[in-house]
């Protein structure tokens, strides 16, 4: 398995409060991802980041923002958070883009009361 | 821009019989497609992809998936259902987005049931 650790596990917070997802590697992949899983949603690519400090927008990256200081860490914020981002939130890495495989975290799961 | 559809949100089989899930894409460049499985209360992991060349693919635990241009289809099948095949699958496709990235569109899945 790669070595993906997604913390914390569980997470229950209350509307407003800032959260801080964090996902580690120890595989020196150049590609780190965050996405959000729901329910008759599939995945959804929130942020992406291909290389330290090079990030970019997904398809729901309203209400995130990310930070990737060293290759291995890549933190998911959501700044003020709201009922609408409780999810699963899985962390995945790749080598490279196109038509590399990602690895999966086991995901951290988010109540926001 | 790229898109996945998966038919089916829920497929229910019986134990030995034929797993087809199904898969249809549209993209605007020659894509990357694969197939993920999703077991209860883990991350995703690759069964299969296809990039260039054969056009059937071969993934782990018996599944295969064939690349079909002309219908814009890459569904997955298996001969004989287990029971350990019970999981969610989603199939994603992947195309350039500018520059070296790509972009990673995942369907909204296929959860299969596998009855004894």
């Known amino acids: 398995d790669a070595g993906i650790t997604q913390s914390p596990r569980h997470k229950v917070t209350e509307t407003g409060t800032p959260v801080t997802l964090r996902c580690h590697q120890t595989e020196n992949h150049r590609y780190m991802y965050w996405y959000r899983q729901d329910p008759g949603h599939g995945l959804r690519l929130i942020h992406y980041s291909y290389g330290v400090k090079d990030t970019d927008k997904g398809e729901v990256s309203d209400g995130y923002s990310v930070s990737r200081s060293k290759t291995e860490d890549f933190l998911l914020t959501l700044e003020s958070a709201t009922s609408s981002q409780t999810s699963v939130y899985f962390c995945?890495?790749?080598?490279?883009?196109?038509?590399?495989?990602?690895?999966f975290g086991s995901g951290t799961q988010l109540s926001v009361l | 821009a790229q898109s996945v559809t998966q038919l089916g949100s829920h497929v229910s089989v019986s134990e030995g019989a034929l797993v087809l899930l199904r898969c249809n894409y549209s993209s605007s460049v020659p894509p990357y497609l694969f197939w993920y499985v999703q077991y209860p209360n883990q991350g995703l992991q690759l069964l299969l992809k296809?990039?260039?060349?054969?056009?059937l693919v071969k993934g782990i635990n018996g599944f295969e998936a064939e690349f079909k241009k002309s219908e814009t289809s890459f569904h997955l099948t298996k001969p004989s259902a287990h029971m350990s095949d019970a999981a969610e699958y989603f199939c994603a496709v992947s195309a350039p987005s500018g520059g070296s990235n790509y972009k990673l569109t995942f369907g909204k899945g296929t959860l299969l049931t596998v009855n004894p």
């Open positions: 296809y990039t260039t060349g054969a056009t």
């Open positions: 995945a890495i790749s080598e490279r883009a196109g038509n590399e495989k990602l690895f």
